[in-house]
């Protein structure tokens, strides 16, 4: 074993003032797998970063242990502090489509970095990526670029808002549009792990304009409607959900919540900042036949895959309601860094072989997908543990509960201790799922038969931790 001064990856080292004693400690392993470098880094993120992390789901709270630290990562293979590689099912929680350090973006994001990070002006890389967004979603008639999902989501809620002159939000239990104080409402995952229903710090005068339904059901939302007539902004939700698990929409319901916002005089948002370009190049309004015409969404938000794994979100649509944003309009917005020249460079490099190659792209993913699914699932029922699965393309969650997951409330019925044996499990053989059970996994172009071999094979053994 090595000592710890100078542990960690490229320029970082640990501080000599690390305790010996938690290098010994038996969370410095993970089954056979050295972690210390990991504890050791676990340990002085927490004197720095509240919780240790700059994001509460990667502590790793629902499945329990530590995380492993990443230093490097190359298609679909994470690479730990410790030398330990691991099979990557989160892809980033959804942005690496192509797998990590996708040439391409590596080549432009180092291009532009060359000719400065940030100008705060205008340049022609915006309506580049711009043109791009639009090929693969034509309900965008006029975008803007902001720098994460939440920002997207914040901004259409407040253009919503704007547009119509009333206050009222209607999303649905488990989606989560990011943490802006009024989204902040029954907004699975990340809360949903942690067990609280909000956040603390959203005034009750702001939730109060929140309106949560159970997904999956319009007959909640046409009531909804009625109980607050004319007014109702928007219904966003996110079309086929991730943010509790993966669960897809119900036939007839996305067309049902488009017919209903429109007799309503109410905006429709799709969230995409999950779905875009992952479960097409259109997303899941180009999957369901909602992405032109009458059927599209009025506004749409992106992120994730859009910026090739640099902070980047969009959010667009319909050219009327885009018009209203400052400085045309009265709805202000604005952002030092949107636009960023290198998360631009990135996103053009990532929608550009996108386009050229979406045929043979889907298809894989859809391939390997389902056989990683399916293939599990298998395992699961060998081992006489009932699981549902939940896929759509290359998105998708093992509940572990017997019933069918349709909504929030189906998926909270999960054996969350069970998933934490599996998550724990996997991660010791050399697989890193989502930890959380409402999350979904996600699978690259990177992925191929060795992966697919290399989840089965650590499946196998981690469905007896499950059912020990
Ligand atoms: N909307 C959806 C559907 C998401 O999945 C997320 C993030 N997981 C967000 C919005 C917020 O995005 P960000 O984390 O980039 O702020």
Redesign the pocket.
């Known amino acids: 074993m090595r000592s710890v001064d100078g542990v960690v990856g490229p320029s970082v080292a640990v501080r000599p003032s690390v305790p010996v004693t938690l290098i010994l400690s038996a969370m410095a392993h993970v089954g056979n797998r050295v972690m210390v470098r990991s504890a050791a880094l676990q340990e002085r993120a927490e004197k720095y970063l509240a919780g240790g992390v700059d994001?509460p789901v990667r502590a790793f709270r629902a499945v329990g242990g530590h995380p492993p630290f990443v230093v490097s990562a190359n298609g679909a293979t994470l690479v730990d502090a410790d030398g330990n590689k691991y099979v990557d099912m989160f892809g980033s929680?959804?942005p690496m489509l192509f797998g990590h350090a996708f040439p391409p973006a590596v080549a432009a994001i180092c291009d532009a970095a060359a000719r400065s990070a940030s100008f705060g002006a205008s340049t022609p890389a915006e309506a580049d990526l711009a043109d791009l967004v639009q090929r693969c979603f034509p309900s965008m008639q006029k975008m803007r670029f902001v720098?994460?999902?939440?920002?997207?989501?914040m901004s259409a809620i407040r253009l919503a808002r704007g547009f119509t002159g009333r206050p009222f939000v209607i999303k649905f239990e488990g989606?989560?549009?990011?943490?802006s104080d009024g989204l902040l409402v029954k907004a699975g995952?990340?809360v949903a792990t942690f067990g609280i229903p909000g956040s603390a710090g959203v005034p009750d005068e702001t939730a109060m304009h929140t309106l949560a339904l159970p997904y999956n059901d319009l007959g909640a939302v046409e009531a909804a409607f009625e109980a607050h007539p004319e007014l109702v902004a928007c219904v966003i939700v996110?079309p086929v959900?991730?943010?509790a698990g993966t669960i897809a929409p119900a036939a007839g319901y996305l067309a049902g919540l488009r017919a209903l916002t429109k007799k309503h005089g109410a905006l429709l948002i799709f969230?995409?900042?999950?779905?875009g370009f992952r479960l097409s190049a259109g997303g899941a309004q180009e999957l369901y036949g909602m992405h032109v015409g009458d059927a599209a969404p009025d506004l749409t938000?992106l992120?994730?895959i859009v910026g090739g794994g640099l902070?980047v979100?969009v959010f667009g649509g319909r050219a009327e309601v885009m018009d209203k944003l400052a400085p045309l309009g009265p709805v202000y917005q604005a952002g030092t860094l949107s636009g960023n020249p290198l998360a631009m460079a990135a996103g053009i490099a990532t929608l550009g072989h996108l386009l050229v190659h979406r045929k043979e792209i889907y298809a894989g993913l859809e391939e390997t997908t389902a056989a990683i699914a399916d293939g599990v699932a298998k395992i699961a029922a060998e081992h006489g543990i009932a699981l549902t699965t939940n896929r759509v393309g290359s998105m998708f969650t093992w509940f572990f509960t017997p019933t069918a997951v349709t909504d929030f409330a189906s998926a909270s019925a999960s054996d969350t201790a069970a998933f934490a044996r599996f998550h724990r499990g996997m991660l010791e053989r050399g697989v890193w799922l989502p930890p959380s059970q409402y999350e979904a996994a996600f699978v690259s172009t990177a992925h191929g038969e060795r992966e697919v071999e290399m989840v089965f094979a650590a499946a196998r053994e981690a469905m007896k931790d499950v059912v020990r």
Do not use: F, I, L, R
Request: charged share 15%.
């Open positions: 994001s929680w959804g720098s994460s999902g939440t920002e997207a989501c989606c989560y549009h990011g943490h995952s990340g996110e959900v991730g943010n969230d995409e900042v999950m779905t938000t992120g994730k902070p979100g």
